[in-house]
């Protein structure tokens, strides 16, 4: 049976969906302008039976209350703090992080804190050194059109036009999400890509190339986002199989759009995370 709950963290009231399950936990932390909801095929999927599955509004998004502090929690380092936070009150120890887009980056921020995971699955997330030439190389960048990652403000035509590349569904769209994504703080896209452009994340690169827990990167092979060949120039040290698995027919949300997939290869990495750390 799943549970929604508001918790009451220093960042914000944080909206959380829980199945309460007594097996490993499973914790999905969603994207940008997202919500838990995303994460809706791995709730209901037959593979997750048997572990604990944990997701949540970040800040500014979705059913949380937006940031007390924006300058403060709306950034890769805050959401960070607030994850650990939150699973300290829920009780969730050593769990495998699954992270899509700014959230593989939140997961990876907590690596680089001493977080202690069982393993760690990253989706449409590069990891990066937090400067202007590491993000042209990651990411597909077009310098003469507007940075909706960064905008604070959105039009309606920016809500969908973000919400349909992020999480569309084959040409089509959940109005849900549509809806999330207009719900969202502005402040929290503004001030989070600043920070970003500021240097202030943790250096990812280095993150990737000394971990010791098991990492999966789990990309949509159609991710209009992402340079997938910028994953293949990096150091890993514990990259599941030694690859990058690129997922046909998605794009950038491949456990939504290709949810049968996803969820398979969520399983297996689920079953080694949890044999690692038993070994």
């Known amino acids: 049976m799943t549970n929604d709950n508001l918790v009451e963290t220093s960042h914000a009231g944080i909206a959380v969906t829980d199945n309460g399950a007594d097996g490993p936990a499973i914790v999905f932390i969603h994207g940008n302008s997202g919500c838990k909801e995303v994460f809706r095929e791995q709730f209901s999927a037959d593979e997750m039976s048997g572990y604990r599955l944990v997701a949540f509004d970040l800040p500014g998004h979705g059913a ?4 007390r502090d924006p300058l403060e929690s709306y950034k890769i380092g805050g959401y960070a703090a607030l994850t650990e936070e939150l699973l300290g009150k829920l009780g969730v120890e050593r769990p495998l992080l699954v992270g899509w887009s700014l959230g593989g980056h939140v997961a990876l921020e907590m690596i680089g804190r001493g977080f202690h995971a069982a393993g760690v699955v990253i989706s449409g997330t590069p990891p990066i050194q937090a400067n202007i030439e590491c993000l042209m190389s990651a990411f597909n960048i077009d310098p003469s059109a507007e940075n ?15 919400a349909t590349h992020t999480s569309g ?3 089509g769209l959940d109005s849900h999400f549509l809806a999330m994504v207009k719900r969202t703080d502005g402040r929290a896209r503004e001030i ?3 920070s970003v452009v500021a240097g202030e ?21 159609e991710d209009p986002f992402i340079k997938a060949d910028y994953f293949d120039t990096l150091s890993y040290g514990s990259l599941w199989n030694g690859r990058v698995v690129r997922v046909e027919g998605a794009g950038h949300a491949p456990f939504l759009q290709a949810p049968g997939k996803f969820n398979a290869l969520l399983a297996d990495f689920a079953a080694h995370a949890q044999k690692t750390a038993k070994a």
């Not at 949380?64 to 940031?67: F, L, P």
């Not at 994340?201 to 092979?221: C, H, K, R, Y």
């Open 148 to 162: 909706l990652t960064g905008k604070r403000d959105f039009t309606d035509a920016d809500a969908l036009a973000y």
């Open 64 to 67: 949380s209350e937006d940031a």
């Open 169 to 171: 569904l084959d040409g």
């Open 192 to 194: 989070m890509f600043g």
């Open 201 to 221: 994340p943790l250096d990812e690169q280095a993150i990737v190339a000394s971990m010791t827990v098991p990492l999966a990167i789990v990309n949509g092979a």
